[in-house]
C-alpha cells in the first residue's frame, strides 16, 4: 500500500509537470483535484491495464525492439485523459511529450524514493 501511494504522488508530479511544461494537456478549473484524480486514475490504469496491453503487444515489443512499450505507455496516458473528463491531451504530439515528460520525472523521483524499497 505504501509503494502504491508513493506510485501515485509520483505520478501527480509527473502530470503536473507535464501541464506546465506543455500547452496541449490541460486540467479543468480545479487543477490541483483533477491533477490528484488522474494521477490515481494513471496509477490504476498502469497497475491494472497496462501489463494485459503489455502481455497482447509482446511480438510487437520483439519485433520493434522494445520501441512498442513507449505506445503502450502513451496508450495509458491516452486512456487516462478518456476517463477522467477535466485531464485533456490534445492529439498524438502532445501525447507523445507528455509520455516523455511522465516518464523522465518518474524515473528521476523513482530514483529519489527507491520505489522498489517502500514494500
Do not use: H, Q, Y
Not at 487516462?80 to 516518464?103: C, H, K, N, Q, R
Amino acid at each position: 500500500m505504501e509503494r502504491f501511494a508513493v506510485t501515485w504522488l509520483c505520478n501527480t508530479a509527473a502530470l503536473w509537470a507535464a501541464t506546465e511544461l506543455l500547452s496541449g494537456v490541460r486540467t479543468g478549473d480545479d487543477k490541483w483535484l483533477t491533477l490528484i484524480v488522474a494521477a490515481l486514475v494513471f496509477s490504476v490504469v498502469n497497475m491494472l491495464v497496462k501489463p494485459l496491453v503489455t502481455l497482447l503487444a509482446i511480438p510487437l515489443i520483439i519485433l520493434t525492439l522494445g520501441i512498442a512499450l513507449f505506445f503502450v505507455n502513451l496508450l495509458m496516458l491516452f486512456l487516462t485523459s478518456w476517463i477522467v473528463g477535466g485531464f485533456e491531451i490534445d492529439g498524438f504530439w502532445a501525447g507523445v511529450a507528455a509520455t516523455l515528460i511522465v516518464w523522465a520525472v518518474n524515473a528521476l523521483l523513482g530514483a529519489l524514493f527507491d520505489r522498489d524499497e517502500a514494500d
